[in-house]
């Protein structure tokens, strides 16, 4: 089993910036996929970014542009630079980690469902 948490999360102004941040722990060597997904209250979960094993990283396009997932310390902190912040970027925002073979296939921001592990979240507000 894979321990995320997530840090970073608070207010901005529309056009602002923040840096979310993932403290990766436990069994990090099975860790083929890493991603940011967010949730608004009442809507479904919105896969955002995701970067797999061999280094593939992905975005959705409502982020594509504007976020930048990253990765350091061998897999153990997951990053993601949100830039020109917009109100609709007001959520909770998610890490989850996904263990199975073969992640070329499946580690997509689209295909969330397919991660195994999730932190508890962190809350982004963006608003004038």
């Known amino acids: 089993e894979v321990q995320l948490v997530e840090s970073g999360g608070g207010s901005a102004h529309p056009g602002g910036s923040l840096i979310l941040s993932c403290a990766v722990s436990?069994?990090?060597?099975?860790?083929?996929?890493l991603g940011w997904v967010r949730q608004e209250p009442g809507k479904q979960r919105e896969g955002l970014a995701t970067?797999?094993?061999?280094?593939?990283?992905d975005y959705a396009d409502s982020v594509k542009g504007r976020f930048t997932i990253s990765q350091d310390n061998g897999k153990r902190t997951l990053y993601l630079q949100m830039n020109n912040l917009k109100p609709e970027d007001t959520a909770t925002y998610f890490c989850?980690?996904?263990?199975?073979?073969?992640?070329?296939?499946?580690?997509?921001?689209?295909?969330?469902?397919?991660?195994?592990?999730w932190g508890k979240g962190t809350l982004v507000t963006v608003t004038s």
């Open positions: 970067i797999d094993s061999a280094g593939n990283i």
């Open positions: 989850a980690a996904g263990r199975g073979p073969s992640s070329e296939a499946w580690c997509y921001p689209l295909n969330h469902i397919a991660m195994d592990d």
């Open positions: 436990g069994a990090t060597d099975s860790v083929s996929c």
